[in-house]
Protein backbone atom coordinates (compact mmCIF):
# COMPACT_ATOMS: atom_id res chain seq x y z
CA UNK A 1 0.00 0.00 0.00
CA UNK A 2 1.18 3.47 -1.01
CA UNK A 3 2.81 5.63 2.10
CA UNK A 4 0.79 8.82 0.82
CA UNK A 5 -2.73 7.72 -0.65
CA UNK A 6 -4.32 11.26 -2.88
CA UNK A 7 -7.81 10.87 -3.07
CA UNK A 8 -9.76 11.01 -6.00
CA UNK A 9 -7.09 10.86 -8.86
CA UNK A 10 -8.96 11.82 -11.38
CA UNK A 11 -11.86 14.42 -11.19
CA UNK A 12 -13.24 16.37 -13.85
CA UNK A 13 -15.88 19.29 -12.42
CA UNK A 14 -17.28 22.39 -13.73
CA UNK A 15 -16.97 25.99 -12.96
CA UNK A 16 -18.25 27.14 -9.52
CA UNK A 17 -18.60 24.05 -7.91
CA UNK A 18 -16.53 22.76 -4.80
CA UNK A 19 -14.02 20.37 -4.53
CA UNK A 20 -12.19 18.81 -1.86
CA UNK A 21 -8.92 16.72 -2.89
CA UNK A 22 -7.91 14.42 -0.10
CA UNK A 23 -4.80 13.11 1.34
CA UNK A 24 -3.68 10.54 4.12
CA UNK A 25 -0.18 9.18 4.86
CA UNK A 26 1.06 6.40 6.90
CA UNK A 27 4.45 7.29 7.09
CA UNK A 28 3.89 9.06 10.99
CA UNK A 29 5.40 12.32 9.32
CA UNK A 30 4.53 15.74 11.46
CA UNK A 31 4.86 17.61 7.84
CA UNK A 32 2.38 18.09 5.13
CA UNK A 33 2.30 19.66 2.07
CA UNK A 34 0.28 20.61 -1.09
CA UNK A 35 1.92 21.48 -4.60
CA UNK A 36 0.13 22.45 -7.71
CA UNK A 37 2.02 21.23 -11.17
CA UNK A 38 1.45 22.53 -14.44
CA UNK A 39 3.28 21.85 -17.67
CA UNK A 40 6.44 24.45 -18.11
CA UNK A 41 5.86 25.46 -14.65
CA UNK A 42 7.24 22.69 -12.38
CA UNK A 43 5.48 22.25 -8.60
CA UNK A 44 4.39 25.55 -6.82
CA UNK A 45 3.73 25.39 -2.76
CA UNK A 46 -0.09 25.94 -2.13
CA UNK A 47 -0.54 25.52 1.33
CA UNK A 48 1.59 23.34 3.83
CA UNK A 49 1.36 22.63 7.51
CA UNK A 50 4.08 21.22 10.16
CA UNK A 51 1.79 19.89 12.79
CA UNK A 52 -2.12 19.73 13.03
CA UNK A 53 -2.51 23.24 14.60
CA UNK A 54 -0.07 24.66 12.23
CA UNK A 55 -1.53 26.01 8.84
CA UNK A 56 0.95 28.01 6.24
CA UNK A 57 0.37 29.80 3.00
CA UNK A 58 2.49 28.66 0.00
CA UNK A 59 2.98 30.91 -2.90
CA UNK A 60 -0.38 30.37 -4.77
CA UNK A 61 -2.68 29.75 -1.46
CA UNK A 62 -5.79 31.77 -3.80
CA UNK A 63 -8.60 29.91 -4.34
CA UNK A 64 -7.50 27.33 -2.05
CA UNK A 65 -8.12 25.98 1.40
CA UNK A 66 -6.90 23.40 3.74
CA UNK A 67 -7.75 21.75 6.69
CA UNK A 68 -5.61 19.51 8.29
CA UNK A 69 -7.87 17.13 10.70
CA UNK A 70 -5.60 14.81 12.04
CA UNK A 71 -1.59 13.91 11.83
CA UNK A 72 -2.43 11.78 8.93
CA UNK A 73 -4.79 13.70 6.99
CA UNK A 74 -4.54 17.10 5.17
CA UNK A 75 -7.45 18.02 2.16
CA UNK A 76 -6.90 20.63 -0.41
CA UNK A 77 -10.38 22.80 -1.05
CA UNK A 78 -11.48 24.81 -3.76
CA UNK A 79 -15.00 26.50 -3.08
CA UNK A 80 -15.59 27.29 -6.30
CA UNK A 81 -13.56 26.09 -8.90
CA UNK A 82 -12.29 27.95 -11.71
CA UNK A 83 -10.71 26.55 -15.49
CA UNK A 84 -7.49 27.92 -14.28
CA UNK A 85 -7.61 25.64 -11.67
CA UNK A 86 -6.79 22.75 -14.15
CA UNK A 87 -3.85 20.82 -12.93
CA UNK A 88 -2.11 18.03 -11.38
CA UNK A 89 -2.00 17.96 -7.22
CA UNK A 90 0.36 16.56 -5.23
CA UNK A 91 0.66 15.69 -1.57
CA UNK A 92 3.94 15.20 0.24
CA UNK A 93 4.61 14.37 3.73
CA UNK A 94 7.80 15.40 5.36
CA UNK A 95 9.69 14.57 8.65
CA UNK A 96 11.46 17.58 10.69
CA UNK A 97 15.45 17.25 10.31
CA UNK A 98 15.59 15.01 7.10
CA UNK A 99 14.78 17.38 4.16
CA UNK A 100 13.39 15.04 1.79
CA UNK A 101 9.54 14.72 0.71
CA UNK A 102 7.56 11.95 -0.05
CA UNK A 103 4.87 12.12 -2.67
CA UNK A 104 1.51 10.92 -3.59
CA UNK A 105 0.48 9.76 -6.87
CA UNK A 106 -1.22 13.09 -7.86
CA UNK A 107 -4.96 14.40 -7.92
CA UNK A 108 -5.42 15.21 -11.83
CA UNK A 109 -8.11 18.13 -11.77
CA UNK A 110 -9.91 19.72 -14.59
CA UNK A 111 -12.05 22.44 -14.38
CA UNK A 112 -14.42 22.86 -16.97
CA UNK B 1 8.42 32.64 -7.74
CA UNK B 2 10.19 29.89 -9.07
CA UNK B 3 13.93 29.52 -7.22
CA UNK B 4 15.14 26.77 -9.20
CA UNK B 5 15.85 26.77 -13.24
CA UNK B 6 16.73 23.79 -14.62
CA UNK B 7 18.95 23.25 -17.78
CA UNK B 8 18.64 21.99 -20.15
CA UNK B 9 14.86 21.77 -20.58
CA UNK B 10 14.72 18.24 -22.52
CA UNK B 11 17.72 16.02 -22.98
CA UNK B 12 17.53 13.09 -25.77
CA UNK B 13 20.86 10.53 -25.27
CA UNK B 14 21.58 6.87 -26.27
CA UNK B 15 21.82 4.57 -23.28
CA UNK B 16 25.21 3.94 -21.77
CA UNK B 17 25.96 7.29 -22.39
CA UNK B 18 25.99 10.18 -19.44
CA UNK B 19 23.01 12.81 -19.11
CA UNK B 20 24.04 16.11 -17.19
CA UNK B 21 21.19 18.38 -15.53
CA UNK B 22 22.25 22.00 -14.57
CA UNK B 23 19.98 23.76 -11.90
CA UNK B 24 20.79 27.68 -11.10
CA UNK B 25 18.81 29.17 -7.81
CA UNK B 26 18.13 33.04 -6.51
CA UNK B 27 18.78 32.86 -2.86
CA UNK B 28 20.97 31.36 -0.07
CA UNK B 29 19.80 27.51 0.84
CA UNK B 30 19.94 25.01 3.61
CA UNK B 31 19.94 21.87 1.28
CA UNK B 32 19.14 21.18 -2.52
CA UNK B 33 17.31 18.05 -3.44
CA UNK B 34 16.45 16.46 -7.04
CA UNK B 35 13.66 14.69 -7.93
CA UNK B 36 12.86 11.72 -10.42
CA UNK B 37 9.19 12.14 -12.09
CA UNK B 38 7.65 9.56 -14.43
CA UNK B 39 5.09 10.58 -16.67
CA UNK B 40 2.23 11.86 -14.67
CA UNK B 41 3.01 9.88 -11.48
CA UNK B 42 4.83 11.38 -8.44
CA UNK B 43 7.83 12.79 -7.13
CA UNK B 44 10.60 10.48 -5.87
CA UNK B 45 13.42 11.58 -3.95
CA UNK B 46 17.05 11.06 -5.36
CA UNK B 47 19.42 12.71 -3.73
CA UNK B 48 19.97 15.39 -0.90
CA UNK B 49 22.82 17.95 -0.91
CA UNK B 50 23.65 20.29 2.03
CA UNK B 51 24.92 24.24 1.32
CA UNK B 52 28.38 22.96 3.13
CA UNK B 53 28.86 19.83 0.73
CA UNK B 54 30.55 20.01 -2.70
CA UNK B 55 29.79 16.84 -4.15
CA UNK B 56 27.99 13.86 -3.16
CA UNK B 57 27.37 10.19 -4.73
CA UNK B 58 24.89 7.98 -4.89
CA UNK B 59 24.60 4.78 -7.11
CA UNK B 60 25.16 6.01 -10.46
CA UNK B 61 23.91 9.61 -9.77
CA UNK B 62 26.64 11.91 -8.98
CA UNK B 63 25.71 15.88 -7.45
CA UNK B 64 27.85 18.94 -7.43
CA UNK B 65 26.41 22.09 -5.31
CA UNK B 66 28.62 25.50 -6.23
CA UNK B 67 27.28 28.23 -3.68
CA UNK B 68 29.55 30.84 -5.34
CA UNK B 69 27.52 30.66 -8.21
CA UNK B 70 24.10 29.10 -7.27
CA UNK B 71 24.19 26.49 -8.89
CA UNK B 72 24.11 22.36 -9.19
CA UNK B 73 24.43 19.44 -11.40
CA UNK B 74 22.98 16.15 -11.83
CA UNK B 75 24.78 13.10 -13.75
CA UNK B 76 23.46 10.00 -14.70
CA UNK B 77 26.25 7.95 -15.56
CA UNK B 78 25.38 4.86 -17.77
CA UNK B 79 22.26 5.79 -18.46
CA UNK B 80 19.43 3.33 -18.95
CA UNK B 81 16.03 3.67 -21.10
CA UNK B 82 14.82 3.28 -17.93
CA UNK B 83 16.12 6.70 -16.88
CA UNK B 84 13.75 8.58 -18.90
CA UNK B 85 11.71 10.93 -16.70
CA UNK B 86 11.52 14.25 -15.56
CA UNK B 87 14.59 15.18 -13.11
CA UNK B 88 13.74 18.20 -10.99
CA UNK B 89 15.72 20.44 -8.40
CA UNK B 90 14.23 21.69 -4.96
CA UNK B 91 15.71 23.97 -2.59
CA UNK B 92 14.78 24.31 0.87
CA UNK B 93 15.67 28.04 1.62
CA UNK B 94 14.81 27.85 4.99
CA UNK B 95 18.50 27.90 6.75
CA UNK B 96 18.87 27.81 10.30
CA UNK B 97 14.45 27.58 11.13
CA UNK B 98 14.64 23.97 11.47
CA UNK B 99 11.57 23.51 8.52
CA UNK B 100 11.84 22.64 5.43
CA UNK B 101 9.60 23.96 2.35
CA UNK B 102 10.95 23.20 -0.58
CA UNK B 103 10.70 25.21 -3.82
CA UNK B 104 10.78 23.15 -7.29
CA UNK B 105 12.57 23.92 -10.75
CA UNK B 106 10.43 23.70 -13.41
CA UNK B 107 12.42 20.43 -14.26
CA UNK B 108 14.42 18.72 -17.81
CA UNK B 109 13.24 16.03 -19.56
CA UNK B 110 15.31 13.02 -19.80
CA UNK B 111 14.68 11.02 -22.87
CA UNK B 112 17.05 7.80 -22.73
CA UNK B 113 16.54 6.13 -26.17
CA UNK B 114 17.63 2.00 -26.11
Known amino acids: DADVTQTPRNRITKTGKRIMLECSQT?????MYWYRQDPGLGLRLIYY???????NKGEISDGYSVSRQAQAKFSLSLESAIPNQTALYFCATGRQGTGELFFGEGSRLTVL | SQQGEEDPQALSIQEGENATMNCSYK?????LQWYRQNSGRGLVHLIL?????REKHSGRLRVTLDTSKKSSSLLITASRAADTASYFC??????????????FGTGTRLLVSP
Open chain 1, 27 to 31: KGHDR
Open chain 2, 49 to 53: IRSNE
Open chain 1, 49 to 55: SFDVKDI
Open chain 2, 90 to 103: ATDASLNTGFQKLV
Open chain 2, 27 to 31: TSINN
